[in-house]
């Protein structure tokens, strides 16, 4: 990666979070989405580079015949090794969640389920939610985008309806807002710019 493609990033990341003093009264969600917006332009500058002129071009073929010695290429592995670690992280993530999903029983409480299509129905939720449970430590929890899940402990039979409807508008509100693509996102923004201070800030 070229100086200046660095400096094209950074300044990106630098305007995203540079923007959250002032929008410290806002409400979270436009914070959410601002940042949101930051990760994903410093994610596409290397893209755009590629495709728009005025970015100007550039490869990591180009980088390391325009470094000195091998020092190039050893910043290509170095990246390369970073990069791949982050995204193996994030499979062995997928990977978790998809055993927790099969292992996990159907929510069979009609109350609970209830309470999920009231509050779905709240925030116009389009896409059908899975309601599970297990005694899985990460619970409650929730993932996935076109057929969401939401994972709850075991004892859930034992919550009054205040309880289950602050924890479900939680889990359903990060449904509402997209946030299982967003951290799909952010991680793999963290694993093109692992090296980068201000992506880890921003994520």
């Known amino acids: 990666m070229t100086s200046l493609l660095l400096l094209k990033v950074t300044c990106v990341l630098a305007l995203g979070l540079g923007a959250m003093p002032l929008l410290r009264s806002a409400s979270a969600a ?29 490869s990591l073929t180009a980088a390391v015949s325009s470094s000195d010695g091998g020092r190039g290429a050893l910043l290509v592995w170095t990246w390369a090794i970073g990069a791949s670690l982050q995204l193996a992280v994030l499979i062995a993530g997928l990977v978790r969640l998809a055993l927790v999903t099969r292992r996990a029983d159907r929510c069979d409480d009609p109350r609970l389920s209830d309470i999920a299509l009231e509050i779905s129905a709240q925030y116009r939720l389009l896409r059908p939610v899975r309601i599970l449970r297990s005694n899985c430590a990460l619970a409650p929890l929730t993932w996935g985008h076109w057929r969401p899940d939401v994972l709850l402990p075991l004892g859930t039979t034992a919550w009054d309806d ?6 479900l508008r939680h889990e359903l509100a990060h449904v509402r807002r997209h946030d299982w693509l967003t951290q799909l996102l952010a991680t793999t923004a963290g694993a093109i710019f692992w090296w980068h201070p201000l992506v880890w800030l921003a994520r």
């Open 30 to 58: 436009l914070r959410h989405a601002v940042l949101t917006l930051t990760l994903a332009a410093a994610a596409a500058v290397p893209l755009l580079a590629q495709v728009a002129p005025g970015w100007g071009p550039v």
């Open 162 to 167: 205040g309880r289950a409807t602050v924890v």
